[in-house]
């Protein structure tokens, strides 16, 4: 079993930074790929972001490319989304997922969830 537990969403203005943190409890975390996830009001939840085991392997969806970046720290057993020149459009609930099953983007691959933080971007 795996917790986790989201922080540092808020509300900040379009063109602003957030850095979002994830932490870690449970079983061994560095055994999991992690991802982030967003769901908005009256829409389906979706992919974001995700990091492999090792550091070394990302993906991102198109539209965060180049703003958005996913690290991990295994000492900490912590993942972290620092999201850059926030867009209205990226407010959302944000989701940290962790996966036995490597960085796919579909939130089936998933097998842990947080409980979310709210994120908006004001325009």
């Known amino acids: 079993q795996v917790q986790l537990v989201e922080s540092g969403g808020g509300l900040v203005q379009a063109g602003g930074s957030l850095r979002l943190s994830c932490a870690a409890s449970?079983?061994?975390?560095?055994?999991?790929?992690m991802g982030w996830f967003r769901q908005a009001p009256g829409k389906e939840r979706e992919f974001v972001a995700a990091?492999?085991?090792?550091?070394?392997?990302?993906s991102y969806v198109d539209s965060v490319k180049g703003r958005f970046t996913i690290s991990r720290d295994n000492a900490k057993n912590t993942v972290y989304l620092q999201m850059n020149s926030l867009k209205p459009e990226d407010t959302a609930v944000y989701y940290c997922?962790?996966?036995?099953?490597?960085?796919?983007?579909?939130?089936?691959?998933?097998?842990?969830w947080g409980q979310g933080t709210q994120v908006t971007v004001s325009s």
């Open positions: 449970g079983r061994t975390f560095s055994s999991y790929a």
């Open positions: 997922a962790a996966s036995a099953r490597g960085t796919g983007r579909a939130v089936s691959a998933y097998n842990y």
């Open positions: 990091i492999g085991w090792s550091t070394g392997s990302t």
